[in-house]
């Protein structure tokens, strides 16, 4: 009989330290974008992809973007979602301080249509995206290597592409604790509660299944090598 609170007790720190790995692509090119992520958990893997142009005229369509004031509880003011993101600060904040990124990948063209334009958007990009990182690295912990980033001029045509390959892996105990100490926070709010009820009766779906370029494909399919900037963490 003593056996099995053990052999639980045991099952219970092994799925608490089971390590989840979760890789985020973006991938963006002017007006269009897809995020795709795929989460494992031993053995166990889950991908999505999702149009973040569609998703977002979507979203605007139920009214999710632009929501009339309501008050909560607390005597907030503002679109729910907005509080949304204000209630799940804390456990979010959580789950990033044990998240480690194993690597990170980051990319971006820029060209304003002639030399000096985009010579001028690409010192202003690389200087946002290192302020950026900077203020990352404060919420979760960077690779000291596996770290690229790098700013590309064109000069030819006027074009703003992103592409960006992350690794980030956490613990599942950790997930599981923000999860519920978010549900709970939701919960607490009555206007949130029964915001999200309604937006999932209507069915808001932004996944879409459009094939995937290759590592060293752009959105397009086509190779790109160009000079530029570059960054790599030591």
């Known amino acids: 009989m003593a056996v099995l609170p053990v052999a639980l007790v045991v099952a219970a720190l092994l799925l608490w330290f089971l390590p989840v790995q979760v890789r985020v692509q973006l991938r963006q090119h002017n007006g269009q974008a897809t995020l795709r992520t795929e989460v494992g958990v031993a053995w166990w893997k889950r991908r999505r992809e999702l149009d973040l142009a569609a998703s977002l005229q979507r979203a605007q369509a139920l009214d999710l973007a632009v929501t009339a004031p309501h008050r909560t509880e607390g005597g907030h003011t503002g679109p729910p979602w907005k509080h949304l993101l204000t209630t799940l600060e804390p456990p ?78 956490f613990r599942l105990g950790d997930a599981i604790v923000a999860g519920i100490w978010s549900l709970y926070r939701v919960r607490r709010e009555p206007v949130l509660a029964a915001w999200l009820k309604r937006r999932r009766s209507k069915g808001v779906e932004g996944s879409v299944g459009a094939p995937d370029s290759g590592a060293d494909e752009d959105g397009d399919g086509k190779h790109q090598e160009h000079g530029g900037r570059q960054h790599r963490g030591r």
């Open 92 to 169: 979010v904040r959580y789950l990033l301080r044990r998240m480690r990124c194993r690597s990170l990948d980051l990319s971006v063209m820029v060209g304003g249509g002639d030399a000096m334009v985009s010579a001028l958007l690409t010192g202003v990009t690389y200087a946002v995206m290192s302020t950026a990182l900077g203020v990352v690295s404060r919420w979760m912990r960077l690779p000291r290597s596996g770290l690229r980033m790098r700013v590309t001029p064109s000069f030819q045509e006027l074009v703003w592409r992103i592409r960006l390959d992350c690794i980030l892996t």
